[in-house]
Nanobody
Framework: QVVESGGGLVEPGGSLRLSCAAS????????IAWFRQAPGKNREGIAC??????????EDFVKGRFTISGDSANAPNTVDLQMNSLQPDDTAVYYC???????????????????WGQGTQVTVSS
C-alpha cells in the first residue's frame, strides 16, 4: 500500500513537504512520481524519481518550486516532495504513484503507473 502524508492548509507563498511511504513492502526499483488533481481538472504529473540512481524529472510548470527526493539506500520506503512558493492554483489532491521497473518519461502519464495512494489534500488559501 502506498500512503501519502503532509498535506494541509497553507497561505500563499508558503511551503509544504509531502511524503510517500510504502506500507508492508519496500518501494520497488523503478519510478516513483507525484501527480495532482484539482477540482474539475485532469490529473497532471509533477515530478518523478528513478530509484536506481535517484535521477529526477520535472514537468515544466514546476519551475524550480518543487523538489522530489528519495534516498533509496538510507530511506528505502519514502519519497518526498518539497513544495515552495505555493499559490492558490496549486490547490489539489496530491498523489504518489509507483511503477515497479518503470521509467520516468516526460510528460508524466498516469497510465504509466500501476500503484497509487489515496492522495493528500493541499489547500493554498489566505
Amino acid at each position: 500500500q502506498v500512503v501519502e502524508s503532509g498535506g494541509g492548509l497553507v497561505e500563499p507563498g508558503g511551503s509544504l513537504r509531502l511524503s510517500c511511504a510504502a506500507s508492508g513492502f519496500t518501494l520497488p526499483d523503478g519510478a516513483i512520481a507525484w501527480f495532482r488533481q484539482a477540482p474539475g481538472k485532469n490529473r497532471e504529473g509533477i515530478a518523478c524519481i528513478m530509484r536506481s540512481d535517484s535521477s529526477t524529472y520535472y514537468e515544466d510548470f514546476v519551475k524550480g518550486r518543487f523538489t522530489i527526493s528519495g534516498d533509496s539506500a538510507n530511506a528505502p520506503n519514502t519519497v518526498d516532495l518539497q513544495m515552495n512558493s505555493l499559490q492558490p492554483d496549486d490547490t489539489a489532491v496530491y498523489y504518489c504513484a509507483v511503477e515497479r521497473l518503470g521509467l520516468c518519461l516526460l510528460p508524466l502519464m498516469s497510465t504509466d503507473f500501476g500503484s497509487w495512494g489515496q492522495g493528500t489534500q493541499v489547500t493554498v488559501s489566505s
